[in-house]
């Protein structure tokens, strides 16, 4: 099952301007990550951002979190043709019975930046 | 350094075969990771290694799916009867380790399963 929902599932933008992806997830979390996805395949990690922390940044990404909402964001400003792909939040949940941390993942957010 | 290789890209089969999926993670990484994602849909888990043991194999559907890592490194996952609804890209991913709280994950190229 999927824990995350990312909002919107497709988002249109001309070169230059600003997209923001939302995402929401169900239980309490260690942390949420955002990856990237090009053409269907290999997952690129971009930032993550741990459960005391409520915003970070990395070059034009910037995340925030909100765990009172269970919510998260993303922005990529000045966007570029090259960052279209599709986006997706996956949120760290420990799975105390294996001792391990498995990242459950939303639908994503298919963005299209047009040159 | 090489990232998380996945063999074949493409796999095609017929109902009813056998196929084996191969990852090879990032040298020293001692967590292993197999995800499925269907189309439009995001990665779902299947399974978890720790070293040479399975410690996490929850995601697996059913029992026509087995995945090995036999000496730590170099994982299989192997797919019995294969149906049509089996098809889905195959995701690997390896990290440092699978006990941190903030364990990035490195993922392979994928494995584009199509079951005829």
């Known amino acids: 099952s999927q824990q995350g929902e990312e909002d919107p599932q497709a988002l249109s933008i001309q070169e230059g301007e600003n997209a923001t992806m939302n995402c929401s997830y169900k239980?309490?979390?260690?942390?949420l990550q955002w990856y990237r996805q090009n053409s269907g395949r290999g997952l690129v990690h971009l930032i993550l951002?741990?459960?005391?922390?409520r915003e970070k940044h990395s070059g034009r990404l910037r995340v925030t979190l909100d765990t009172s909402k269970k919510s998260s964001s993303l922005l990529i400003t000045a966007s570029r043709a090259a960052d279209t792909a599709s986006y997706f939040c996956a949120t760290d949940v420990r799975n105390s019975g294996a001792g391990s941390y498995q990242l459950t993942f939303g639908k994503g957010t298919k963005l299209s930046v047009i040159p | 350094g090489a990232g998380v290789s996945q063999t074949p890209s493409n796999k095609v089969t017929e109902k009813g075969k056998y196929v084996e999926l191969r990852c090879d993670p990032i040298s020293g990484h001692t967590a292993l990771y197999w995800y499925r994602q269907s189309l439009g849909q995001g990665p779902e888990f299947l399974i978890y290694?720790?070293?040479?043991?399975?410690?996490?194999d929850s995601g697996l559907p059913n029992d026509r799916f087995f995945a090995v890592r036999p000496e730590g490194s170099v994982s299989t996952l192997k797919i019995q009867r294969t149906e049509r609804g089996d098809s889905a890209v195959y995701l690997c991913?390896?990290?440092?380790?699978?006990?941190?709280?903030?364990?990035?994950?490195?993922f392979g190229p994928g494995t584009r399963l199509t079951v005829l």
């Open positions: 290694f720790q070293g040479t043991g399975a410690a996490d």
């Open positions: 951002i741990r459960s005391n922390e």
């Open positions: 991913a390896s990290s440092l380790r699978g006990t941190s709280r903030y364990n990035e994950q490195f």
């Open positions: 239980t309490s979390i260690n942390n």
